[in-house]
C-alpha cells in the first residue's frame, strides 16, 4: 500500500494543482502534499515496515509480461525518505522565491516528485522505464519555462542528452525482456537471467550510458552544470538531490545484479571514469567563480565517488554508497537553499561580487559553513560516514588497482576542501562591498528549513547506524546477486 | 562513591556543553557569564582528569565503550574511550594547559564585541572537545574524528578576525596541509582495516594481530601514519603552515599551535609505539624528517622578526625534536618534552601576548627593546620560558631535552652532534629574541612608550603558573644517573610504551654530554647577550636575508605545486571541458541533425514539441501493444 501512496499523494496534489488559481494557496497545498508524503515515507521505514504495507503488485499490461510491481525495499525506503523530506524542505526554503504561473510550476515538482517515488519503488522494468521519463518530463519543462536567459539551449541539450540514454535503456530492457522465459519485466526474472558473458558485455553499456548520463560521470557530464546553472533553483535541488540518486539506484538495482558478469569485467574501466571524474571535476571546481556551478562540478565530483564504490562491489562500499545517497541529497539541497537566497537578495551567484557576508548575515554563514564542512565529509558529519566506508571499500575492491584508485579518490578530499575553503571564504569573509552592505541575516523559513537539514548532518553524522540498518539487509541481498565467485569455482 | 573511570565521558562532554551555550547564547549572554562559562567547563574538566589521573596512577585502567558509531558486516567501529597512562598524562597537560589560557584569553579578548567574544570562547571549547577526543579514542576513528576536529578549530580561530583576506587565507592553508596529511591517516586506517579487520587499539597492538602484519604492510602503515603527523604536528614537507597560523589571537597561538594540538602527531606514534617498533626503516624516517626540521627551523628563527614567528618556528623546531625522540625509540622522552614544551611553549606565546598587549597590537620585535623596566612579570616568567627551552638545569626543558640527546646519541653520534648544535641555535634566537624584545633602548614610538604597562592579573597568573610549571616540570623525569628510581614518568608510562634501542650509554658518557651540552649553551647565552644587547636596526643580505625569506620554500611550493595545479585547473575549465568533451558531445548533436534533415519540419527546437512526441509515441505503442497482442 505504501509505496503506491507515495506515488498517488504527489500525483494527485500536483494534477490538482494545476487548477488552483492563487499563487499562495498552491504553495501551501504544495507544502501540505509533500508533508503528506514524508509523514507516509516515515511510517514506512519506522512503523509500517512489514512486507505487507512495503509491496505490492497488480496487472498493468499483461499482453506485454508488464504489471504494476512496486516494493520499498530498504534502498528504496531509503531513498523515498530522501525524495520526502526533500520536497518540503525545497518548498520551505524556496518559500519567498517567486515564480510566475505558480500553479504550473508546483504542479510540476509535484508531479517529478511522484515519478522519482516511482523509479525508487518499481520492480518492472516496463514500470521503472516509464517512470523514469514521468520523473523527467516535469523538470524539462521546469528547466525551460523558468529557467535563466539561456535556458532554451541548455534544456535542449539536457533533454537531447538524456533522452539518448533513456532511449539506450529502453532498448536493453527491451532485450532482456525478450531472453526471459516468460517473456516478463519482472525484476525477478531479469535476477534469474543468468545471460553469457558476450551478452552481458554490450547490455552494460545500454544501461550503464544511460544511467552514466543521468548520474553524471565524466565525460558524461558536460550538460549538467549548465543544467543546473539555468534551472530554478528549487528544480536544481530536485535535479541535483534526489535525480542523479536514479542513476545510483539504476546501478545498484537494474544493472549490477543482472548482468554481475559483464558488471565485474567492465568494473575497471567504470571506476577509472568516476574516479579520473573525481579529480576533473574537482580541478574545474576551484575555477568556479558562479556558486552554482561551483557546487555542480562539486556534486560530479561526489558522484564519482560513489559511482566507483558501487563498482567496489563490497559491503562497505554499498553502505556506504547508500548512506551517502540520502546524506548528499540532504548536503546539497541545504546548499542550494543558500546559493537561492543570496541570489534572490542580492543578484548575483558570483563570488567574486560578493563577500564579508558572515558581518551581515552570521547565522547565514553558520548554515552554511556546517553544510560546506559536511559537504566535504569532515568527522561527526553525516557525509564522513559515507566516505569513509566508500574509500574503505574501494581500497577493498577485488581490481588490482584498487589502492590507485583510493589514492586518486583521495585527492579529490584535498582538493574538495580548497575549492570549499575557497568558496565560504570569497563569500562570507573579508570585507563588506556595496553588494553585500545591506545584507539581511536569514528569515523564518529559511531557518528552519537550514535547521532540519543541519539536524539531519549531526544525528546521521553521530549515529549512522539508525541509516545503515535500514539498508543493511539489501546491501546484502545485491552483493550476494552479483557475487559471480561460484563462476571461478567451476 | 562513584569511580572516576565511570564519568570520563564527562572530561569531553563538559567543553562540548559549554561550546554550545558560548556559540548559542553569544548574543544574549555577557562577557563575563560567557567568561565563567567558558572557563569552567575546562576548570571541571581539568578536575576531572586528576581525579582519573590519580586512579590509573594506582593502576586502573579502562576501555569505555558507548555504542556502535559504524557497524557494517565484519567492521565494527565502537565508539569508545580509552584511559590509560599515556591518555591521562594527556588529559591533564590538554585540560589543565588549556584551562590557564581560557583564563588569560578573558582578559586578552575582552576588547572584542560580545558576540565576538562569545564565539571566541565557543570555538575554544570546541577546540578543547575535539582534542580530548583525540586523546581518549580507543581506536583510530575516533582519533581521527578529534584529528580533523581540532583542524577544524584551528582553521576556525586562524581566521577568527575574518574580515582580513590574508588571516582567512591563513586558516585555508592550515586546514588544506592538514588535509594532506588526513588523507594519508586515513588510508593507513583502511590498510589496518583490509589487514586485521579492526582499528582498535587493545586488538591492533596485540602480539597475534602484529604477526599478523607482513614488513611491507608495517613499512606502509607507520609511514603512512606519519605522513599524517607531518601535516598535524607541522614536519618537513607540510610544516608551512604553522607560521602562518599566528594569524589567530595569540592565546590560540599558545594552546593550539604550541602546546596541544601540533603534539597530536607525536601522540599518535606514541601511541603506536609497538607497531613503529617493528618497523626499523619508518624510524630512521622518522628520526630524519624531526632532526632536519629541527635544524631547518631553527635557522629560520634565527632571523625572524615578528615575535610569534620566531615562537612559531621554534615550535616547529622542537617538535623535530620530538620526532627525533621517536625515531630513535625513545618514546617517553618524546612524550615527556611534549609536557614540559607545552609548560614553556605556552609561557612564552602568552608573554608575546603581554607584549603584544603592552605594545598596542605591535608584533615586531624591532620596534620593542627595553620593555624589561615596563612589563617586569612578563620579562621574568619570559626568561624562565627561555632558560627552560634553552636546556640549563634544572629547568624542565634541560631534563627532557637531555633525555632526547641521549637517545640520539645512542643511535648514532652523528645525529647526537647536529641536534646539538641545533640546540644551541635554539638557545641562541631565544634569547637574541628575549634581548632585543627586553633590553637595550625602546625603539617604538611615544604613543607606543607611553601606553606601555603590566598587563592584567587574569593575564600574568597564568603566565606565573606556567613559570613554575617550566621550573619544576622537569623533575617527573630525572634521568638515572642523578638518582635512582627518579625517571617517575618513565616508570608511569611503562605499561603503554616500550621503549626499544635506548640505553647503551655509560653514565660517565653521560655526565660528560650533559656538561657538554649545559656549557656550550651557556656560550650561546652570552654570545647573543653581547651581540644584541643593545640591538640596532640592520638590513639582511645575503644568506641572512635567504633565512629572513624563510628559504623561500612557500614561494617554491606555490611555483611547483599550487601554481600549476591552477593552471591545469583553467586550462581544464575553459578549453578542455568546452572544447574537448562538449564539443564532442555538440559534434556527434550537430552530425545527427546534419544527416537527419529530411526531419528538418520536426526539429523545431522547441522542447515541448519533443516532449510531447515521446509521450505521444510511448502512449502509442502501449495503445498498440495492448489492442494487437489481446
Redesign the interface.
Known sequence: MIPVLLILIPLLAGLASFFIKNDKTVRSWALFSSLLTVVVAVLAVTVLKENKYLAHQCEWIPALGSSFSVKLDGMGQLLCLLTGIAYPLIFLGTWNSQYKNAKNFFALMLLSQAGLMGVFVAMDALLFYFFWELALIPVYFLCSQWGGEKRIRVTFKFFIYTFLGSVLMLIGILYLQSQTPNKSFGIQDFYNLDLPGKTQSWVFWLFFLAFAIKMPIFPFHTWQPDAYEQSPTATTMVLSGIMVKMGLLGLLRWLLPVLPIASYSWGDVTMSLAVAGIIYASLIAIRQDDIKRLVAYSSIAHIGLMCAAIFAENKSGTQGVMIQMFNHGINIIGLWIIVEIIEKRFGTRKMSELGGLAQKAPVMAIFFVIIALANIALPLTNAFVGEFLMFNGLLNAKSQYSLWFTVFAGVGIILGAVYTLNMIRKIFYGATNQVTEAAQDLKLNEKLSLGIIVALIFWIGVYPQAILNITDGISQTILEQTDISHLFKK | MQNALQIVYLIPLLPLIGFLINGLGRKHLSKSVISVIGSGVVLASFAISIWVFLQVKGGNTHEAHY?????????KIPFAFKIDQLSSLFLLIITGVGFLIHVYSTSYMHEEKT?HFGRYFSYLNLFIFSMLLLVMGANF?IM??GW??VG?CS?LLI?YW????EY??A??KA??MN??G??AF??AI??L??KLGTVTYSEVFTAANLAKLSTTDISVITLLLFVGATGKSAQIPLYTWLPDAMAGPTPVSALIHAATMVTAGIYMIARSNLLYSLAPLTMDIVAYVGLATALFAATIALKQNDIKKVLAYSTVSQLGFMFLALGCGAYTAAVFHVMTHAFFKALMFLGSGSVIHAMGGEQDIRNMGGLSKKLKITFITFLVGCIAIAGIPPFSGFFSKDAILLSAFAKNPVLYGIALFTALLTAFYMFRLLFITFTGKFRGTHEQEHHLHESPAPMTIPLIILAVLSIIGGFVGIPEVFMHGGDKLGEFLSPVITNHGEGHVSHSTEYILMGLSTGLVLIMIIFAWFKFKNYQRTEESGLGKVLENKWYVDELYDKVIVNP??K???F???IF?NKV??G??NGV?RAVSYSSRQFRLLQS?Q??N??LL??GS?VLI?VL??F???
Open positions: 555504542f556502535d558509531f559504524i557497524s557494517v558486516g565484519d567492521l558576540e576513528v581521527f574524528i580533523e576536529g577544524l582553521y581566521g575574518f574580515k582580513k583576506t582567512n587565507k586558516a585555508n586546514f588544506i588535509r594532506i588526513d588523507l586515513l588510508i583502511f590498510w582495516i583490509q595545479l591552477h591545469f585547473g583553467g581544464l575549465n575553459s571541458e568533451v562538449d564532442i558531445v548533436g527546437g522542447v515541448g519533443y516532449i515521446m509521450v510511448i502501449f501493444q495492448f494487437l497482442k489481446r
